[in-house]
T-cell receptor, first 110, second 112 residues
């Protein structure tokens, strides 16, 4: 039982490049989330998907897009990366409010 | 903007002492509250959830909730060096969709 799996774990991009962070969960959870974590700022919600087929903006959605591909998978896309998007990104899922997190993806934008 | 406030610390306690971590929140309609532990470079892991006013105990951990004061706390008894981590308080957004609002976290350091 893998839980929540994120790929890649590390990525370095140049300003203006695009990339997609992948997330998959095998716990049959309906809701999935993307957070970013910056030093001293805690976890901030980027986008979420309350159920398959729906997505909504969180607190800091600018510069990101998401796709809920099916019940298991929820991807986060940076179309034109900026240095301000250097962060650690966490995917999470739940059915009850108790979030289960992936291991995180550390992204550096130069 | 719904907020969760925590003292950033570091909170330094000697081994064997009680560590007390506090959190206040602004969403008066919130009904579910969580404490996550996050070791450096790792992802958050759930250690306690609490839904009713009062105390909830689980091993060395006790969560306390006072909805009237909009206050949540976590007590760690017999603190161990392995408890050294950042503790994140999270509140379920009353607006639905199982969204959690996180505090910035309190860094706890337990010294031998």
């Amino acid at each position: 039982n893998a839980g929540v799996t994120q790929t890649p774990k590390f990525q370095v991009l140049k300003t203006g490049q695009s990339m997609t962070l992948q997330c998959a969960q095998d716990m049959n959870h309906n809701s999935m989330y993307w957070y970013r974590q910056d030093p001293g700022m805690g976890l901030r919600l980027i986008y979420y998907s309350a159920s398959e087929g729906t997505t909504d903006k969180g607190e800091v959605p600018n510069g990101y897009n998401v796709s809920r591909l099916n019940k298991r998978e929820f991807s986060l896309r940076l179309e034109s990366a900026a240095p301000s998007q250097t962060s650690v990104y966490f995917c999470a899922s739940t059915n009850t409010g108790e979030l289960f997190f992936g291991e995180g993806s550390r992204l550096t934008v130069l | 903007q719904k907020e969760v406030e925590q003292n950033s610390g570091p909170l330094s306690v000697p081994e064997g002492a009680i560590a007390s971590l506090n959190c206040t929140y602004s969403d008066r309609g919130s009904q579910s509250f969580f404490w996550y532990r996050q070791y450096s470079g790792k992802s958050p892991e759930l250690i306690m959830s609490i839904y009713s006013n009062g105390d909830k105990e689980d091993g060395r951990f006790t969560a306390q909730l006072n909805k009237a004061s909009q206050y949540v706390s976590l007590l760690i008894r017999d603190s161990q060096p392995s408890d050294s981590a950042t503790y994140l308080c999270a509140v379920l957004d009353s607006g639905g969709y199982n969204k959690l609002i996180f505090g910035a976290g309190t860094r706890l350091a337990v010294h031998p």
